[in-house]
């Protein structure tokens, strides 16, 4: 039974968008504490000479989801830009840029009608930030409408992908960045590098960062396994701590494994 559930979930994209939906709606309604503010596996130097970035004390328990968004967004700079976070989940990675990074406006579009009226609710004293309802592969907005577009570990779930690559291009102004960090199964990536390719969209970075989010994940095991016990019901335990990453998140310090998944950041510049 689990070898079927597994391969229905990684070959039939429909039902792992629909079983991500309902998940993501259920997070909202149990997160009575606001102690889901991110949705993301997170990410963890491996550069012991670094100097870790500076947080608030509130903002500390959701260091190494931070960090992840903080890997990607500085690549360019922010100031005086229109920004757009595609799949923003409960809105903490898209408060942390526009506080951190300063872009002009940032708004965060997600398919979760209670993610989205959280993150209104929530963040309703941040000038320039907003939340609207909004699917990945149908975005609603005009041509040239934004210089970044940035997407965090969400277009795993996305049917059609390349529709959403294909808004990513026509919705960027010239000379735009979209910013992109997600995750695939090493059987997948060869096709992923061409639906990338495929966009005309030119490289300027790509990173496997899989060890930098292992790290992560082992680091802040605990207090996901404790975030979990304190909200699921035990019946649901397994499915959560799997979505949560708890056992792993599938990822491998070599890809050379079959059936494993490898996670990457890309940073894209539309041609002006």
């Known amino acids: 039974m689990k070898t079927i559930s597994k391969f229905l979930y990684r070959r039939m994209p429909k039902i792992r968008q629909t079983l991500t939906r309902t998940t993501y709606e259920y997070v909202s309604s149990i997160d009575k504490q606001n ?3 991110f949705m993301n596996y997170g990410y963890a130097s491996l550069n012991q000479d670094q100097k870790p970035i500076h ?3 509130q903002e500390e328990k959701f260091r190494y989801e931070i960090q992840l968004y903080h890997h990607l967004a500085s690549f360019i700079n922010w100031h005086g830009l229109e920004a757009l ?7 903490g990675g898209a408060n942390y840029i526009k506080q951190q990074f300063k872009p002009k406006s940032l708004i965060g579009v997600d398919f979760s009608s209670k993610a989205v009226d959280f993150c209104n609710r929530y963040y309703s004293c941040v000038g320039g930030l907003s939340f609207i309802k909004g699917d990945a592969e149908s975005l609603e907005f005009a041509d040239n409408s934004f210089d970044v577009v940035i997407n965090v570990e969400a277009s795993f779930y996305y049917p059609k992908i390349e529709r959403f690559f294909d808004h990513v291009v026509r919705i960027l102004k010239p000379n735009g960045h979209f910013l992109y960090t997600d995750m695939r199964y090493t059987t997948e990536l060869d096709t992923w590098h061409k639906q990338l390719e495929a ?3 030119v490289l300027l970075h790509e990173a496997d960062i899989s060890d930098n989010v292992i ?3 082992e680091l802040d095991k605990e207090r996901r396994i404790q975030l979990i016990q304190e909200n699921v019901p035990r019946i649901l335990f397994t499915p959560f701590l799997q979505l949560i990453g708890a ?3 599938g990822l491998i310090h070599h890809p050379s494994r079959i059936g494993k998944r490898v996670y990457k950041s890309f940073v894209f510049k539309k041609n002006g």
């Open 85 to 91: 976070e595609v799949s923003s989940g409960r809105g």
């Open 215 to 217: 790290a992560a994940l």
């Open 55 to 57: 947080l608030s004390l």
């Open 199 to 201: 966009t005309g969209l």
């Open 35 to 37: 102690q889901v503010l």
């Open 247 to 249: 056992t792993g998140g």
